[in-house]
Antibody, heavy 117, light 109 residues
Framework: QVQLQESGPGLVKPSETLSLTCAVS?????????WGWIRQPPGKGLEWIGS???????YYNPSLKSRVTISVDTSKNQFSLKLSSVTAADTAVYYC??????????WGQGTLVTVSS | QSVLTQPPSVSAAPGQKVTISCSGS????????VSWYQQLPGTAPKLLIY???KRPSGIPDRFSGSKSGTSATLGITGLQTGDEADYYC??????????FGGGTKLTVL
């Protein structure tokens, strides 16, 4: 059974870089599929951030592309998100999920990141 | 403002049927598969329907999906109180981006 778990700081200061990691268990990232990040501001809908293949190939949401970097570490079976120059608008629950083209499945439990000084 | 348009809320009584619509364009729904997600209160979204009308293992057949042109619909029959959740549609967009609807809150009266 594939499981994903997000980790990282819950509080980030404005203008700094948000960094999160998603640890995958029950499936080897090297075996295939893309792996993605999705976020959800409090009380709002879902926004896809970007996805990465085990080879390192990425595709990003055009509206966030200039600030996003997603990387993968197959030796640790995990992938990471960096979002630079954050503002209060980046406050959200951040989810990682397996991107199976037909959709995202499964999802991690999510982690709340608050941007505040 | 979401690329895909869903009604903010729908409601129905236990045992009844409800449908949730998802409207897009030829840039997204019109030329791509649609997926649906269920987000129970305080939890992560879960894939409910993929490729317009297919259910992952473990999803009851009370849940169904369909697509016509640039719109998609999620149907839920035999409503249960446990179905109260937010439901999201999702698809690809020609901007090479994954897009979601704004979400629909289902209330089982």
């Amino acid at each position: 059974q594939v499981q994903l778990q997000e980790s990282g700081p819950g509080l980030v200061k404005p203008s700094e870089t948000l960094s999160l990691t998603c640890a995958v268990s029950g499936y080897s990232i090297s075996s295939g599929y893309y792996w993605g990040w999705i976020r959800q501001p409090p009380g709002k809908g879902l926004e896809w951030i970007g996805s990465i293949y085990h080879s390192g190939s990425t595709y990003y949401n055009p509206s966030l592309k200039s600030r996003v970097t997603i990387s993968v570490d197959t030796s640790k079976n995990q992938f990471s998100l960096k979002l630079s120059s954050v503002t209060a608008a980046d406050t959200a629950v951040y989810y990682c999920a397996r991107d199976v083209d037909m959709g995202f499945d499964p999802w991690g439990q999510g982690t709340l990141v608050t941007v505040s000084s | 403002q979401s690329v895909l348009t869903q009604p903010p809320s729908v409601s129905a009584a236990p045992g009844q049927k409800v449908t949730i619509s998802c409207s897009g364009s030829s840039s997204n729904i019109g030329n791509n598969y649609v997926s649906w997600y269920q987000q129970l209160p305080g939890t992560a979204p879960k894939l409910l329907i993929y490729e317009n009308n297919k259910r992952p293992s473990g999803i009851p057949d009370r849940f169904s999906g369909s697509k016509s042109g640039t719109s998609a619909t999620l149907g839920i029959t035999g409503l249960q109180t446990g179905d109260e959740a937010d439901y999201y549609c999702g698809t690809w967009d020609s901007s090479l981006s994954r897009v979601f609807g704004g979400g629909t809150k289902l209330t089982v009266l």
